[in-house]
């Protein structure tokens, strides 16, 4: 019991001192991201998740720092599986590649039309693309370029997806 | 609760230990230089079986260096062991912050882990070799569950031999490992040392095949711990799992048992360097030693770790053992 106990107070001073390796988050305020659109509008890059999840930066960086600070929650990239990079944004790969917010599994695209991340994640969960975050970076590594798959989108929601 | 281990449980340790080292260097050297070093390894072991073989059973490995080497040459190369030892324990120690890579783990995670392996430690080498022979089926079955489910993104045109013999160097320092586990005790015949050996061969290469099959040679070499970056890229039925944190968790009791081992060697030195120490003295002063050091071992460059891992493991051991073979003939 007395082991127990000082087990206990070690670990509260331990959380009291800001110690703990790790952030406690509330799983109730998670907010998942399974998709996210890239672009650029006036000058400024934009990240959006759908359902209102969007940040604005003049860098990769400033705008998912901003998407993270003006939503009421944690975003939670764990479950995202394909970022989708409009052409006026696809400069961006190079910082999506740095991100340890995304898994390297991550798959990428490119579009030239101005998709909604929700219907996109639908679309693209049925029809997976077959380059990932991990394949630009080994190709990076090996002085290639990859051609990323492109993501067309169509009236009323209708998507397909070609390989270059 | 006897104070005696069993050889299984010795072997059992020994392949616990090795498991977070194994996954971190072998993952990124292709396959064939893993299986090369492993065979480097075996053939150095049976060597130290036949040298061992030769000596009076109670002699224990410690007491071979001053059989050896006299006194004061025994002495001093006990003391230059007991000094590699805590190095190697603090540079273990500052590692385990490798198995949480996402996450602010200094001091924190060294500072656990040090701790519950000193407990071990300081129970005896018995309670080290008890550790080791629980704590390594869950190790292994976290392991086998990333690898399983890794094979899945596993592409065949990655798994082409490259590489040059000097990536063989790394693997080849792992294989030593349980070298320095077997300093706590010779290993006695059926203890079935040889299918742990192979066990650990095995799961090293299998490291290798899965993390280079899923990122490619170039990036698993360019990553600081490729075996995480494949296993946070592991997908069930398409959807992305979070099975980093089994890697996490793995890497970590492996390492704890790792430090145990060092910290139990340690003990084992600084008794028969200065047998006026109390029973308990020896695993404190190992644990202490390693501490002080946590702050000051990433300025120690990577090379001098490795080349210590060699002398200390590989060269010596196997120089006294010759050496006291010959002046027993």
């Given at each position: 019991m007395k082991k127990l106990l000082l087990l206990a107070a070690a670990a509260a001073l331990t959380a009291v001192c800001g110690l703990l390796p790790f952030e406690g988050r509330e799983v109730g305020g998670l907010l998942p991201v399974r998709a996210l659109v890239v672009g650029r509008e006036n000058g400024e890059l934009t990240v959006s998740g759908g359902d209102g999840l969007t940040g604005r930066g003049p860098t990769w960086q400033a705008a998912m720092d901003n998407l993270k600070a003006t939503v009421a929650g944690d975003v939670f990239y764990g479950s995202t599986c394909d970022v989708i990079f409009r052409v006026n944004a696809a400069d961006a790969v190079a910082d999506a590649m740095r991100d340890n917010r995304l898994r390297p599994a991550v798959r990428v695209y490119l579009t030239a039309g101005r998709p909604d991340a929700e219907d996109a994640a639908d679309f693209l969960r049925a029809h997976p693309g077959g380059v990932t975050l991990q394949d630009i970076q080994a190709a990076a590594l090996e002085r290639k370029k990859t051609e990323l798959p492109v993501l067309a989108c169509g009236s009323g929601g209708r998507f397909a997806l070609y390989d270059r | 609760m006897t104070d005696d281990f069993s050889g299984r449980q010795l072997c059992a340790l020994a392949l616990c230990a090795m498991i977070a080292p194994a996954v971190q260097y072998c993952a990124a050297v292709p396959w064939p230089w893993v299986l090369a070093a492993a065979a480097l390894a075996a053939a150095y072991y049976i060597y130290i079986a036949c040298m061992g073989g030769r000596l009076p059973q109670h002699l224990e490995p410690t007491a071979v260096a001053r059989f050896a080497l006299g006194r004061t040459g025994g002495a001093m190369t006990?003391?230059?062991?007991?000094?590699?030892?805590?190095?190697?324990?603090?540079?273990?120690?500052?590692?385990?912050?490798?198995?949480?890579?996402?996450?602010?783990?200094?001091?924190?995670?060294?500072?656990?882990?040090?701790?519950?392996?000193?407990?071990?430690?300081?129970?005896?080498?018995?309670?080290?070799?008890?550790?080791?022979?629980?704590?390594?089926?869950?190790?292994?079955?976290?392991?086998?569950?990333?690898?399983?489910?890794?094979t899945k993104n596993v592409t065949a045109a990655n798994l082409v031999p490259s590489g040059s013999w000097r990536d063989a160097a790394g693997p080849f320092a792992v294989f030593l490992l349980p070298s320095g586990v077997f300093a706590l005790r010779r290993v006695e015949k059926g203890s079935g040392a040889v299918g742990w050996f192979l066990t650990g061969t095995f799961l090293a290469a299998a490291c290798s095949v899965v993390t280079i099959g899923c990122l490619g040679a170039p990036l698993a070499a360019?990553?600081?711990?490729?075996?995480?970056?494949?296993?946070?890229?592991?997908?069930?039925?398409?959807?992305?799992?979070?099975?980093?944190?089994?890697?996490?968790?793995?890497?970590?009791?492996?390492?704890?048992?790792?430090?145990?081992?060092?910290?139990?060697?340690?003990?084992?030195?600084?008794?028969?360097?200065?047998?006026?120490?109390?029973?308990?003295?020896?695993?404190?002063?190992?644990?202490?030693?390693?501490?002080?050091?946590?702050?000051?071992?990433?300025?120690?460059?990577?090379?001098?770790l490795f080349w210590g891992g060699v002398v200390f493991w590989g060269f010596l051991p196997a120089v006294l053992l010759g050496v006291a073979s010959l002046k027993k003939v």
């Open positions: - | 006990l003391g230059l062991a007991w000094l590699w030892t805590v190095l190697a324990a603090a540079a273990v120690c500052r590692g385990s912050v490798s198995a949480f890579p996402d996450a602010r783990a200094f001091p924190l995670v060294p500072l656990v882990a040090l701790y519950l392996a000193w407990r071990a430690a300081d129970g005896g080498e018995a309670v080290v070799c008890r550790t080791g022979g629980v704590l390594v089926l869950p190790v292994l079955a976290l392991l086998a569950a990333a690898l399983a489910f890794g360019a990553s600081e711990n490729a075996f995480y970056l494949m296993s946070k890229s592991v997908s069930v039925f398409g959807v992305m799992e979070r099975f980093e944190v089994l890697a996490s968790a793995a890497l970590m009791l492996s390492r704890t048992c790792l430090l145990a081992v060092l910290l139990a060697q340690g003990a084992r030195l600084g008794k028969e360097l200065l047998p006026v120490l109390p029973p308990r003295g020896g695993a404190a002063a190992a644990a202490l030693a390693a501490f002080g050091l946590l702050w000051v071992v990433p300025a120690v460059p990577t090379t001098v």
